[in-house]
């Protein structure tokens, strides 16, 4: 498990100047936890966990020494200056489920030549105890043809019994959809050329 070297932050400095400096901020929050841990996370810490873990991921985050388990709840992330501005953290109780999402990741598609994969849900809504949680749904759609679809339901997580799925079951995730390469014909100007 990836772990996230954090600082306790000061709420007297802005967010703003911290972020001139250097820093990601961002919140703890959990049920054991009174009101929320304000933090400060150096930026290059924060990108380079971003590489491998995303929102839903599941870390240890150090604040000043003290280890949390902790979930990526948010992140938000500055598009126009490419950087994140903000993090926030879910620290999860063991025995206790938590809300996340699960990334869905598709492989081979490549492979799909007989129509066009148009992918529908890029995530999974569910809630799991700390020990089931689900990053990423990786699935192979090397093998779909034309008018094959795959539903949240026919994946492993619909039926894995420590995982309650909120996502709605019969929402379409990947649906291949056959390639109509000629245009049809209008047949008035049909019949109008034949006369």
Wanted: aromatic fraction near 2%; hydrophobic fraction near 40%.
């Amino acid at each position: 498990m990836n772990t996230l070297k954090a600082e306790k932050r000061d709420m007297s400095t802005k967010a703003k100047k911290l972020r001139r400096e250097g820093y990601v901020t961002g919140n703890v929050f959990g049920k054991k936890i009174t009101n929320s841990i304000p933090v400060k996370i150096a930026v290059k810490d924060a990108e380079q966990l971003l590489k491998t873990t995303g929102k839903g991921g599941q870390i240890m985050l150090n604040v000043d020494g003290e280890m949390m388990d902790v979930l990526i709840k948010e992140i938000d992330y500055d598009s126009m200056k490419h950087r994140i501005l903000e993090m926030d953290f879910q620290a999860l109780v063991s025995g206790e489920k938590v809300h996340s999402v699960a990334e869905i990741v598709l492989h081979d598609h490549e492979k799909v030549t007989t129509g066009v994969l148009q992918q529908q849900l890029t995530e999974i809504s569910y809630r799991a105890l700390p020990s089931a949680l689900v990053e990423k749904v990786v699935i192979d759609v090397g093998h779909m043809k034309a008018g094959d679809t795959i539903r949240v339901k026919d994946l492993e997580i619909a039926s894995n019994k420590d995982v309650d799925v909120l996502t709605d079951l019969d929402a379409i995730i990947v649906t291949v959809t056959e390639v109509h390469n000629t245009a049809p014909e209008d047949s008035e100007d049909t019949e109008a050329a034949e006369e």
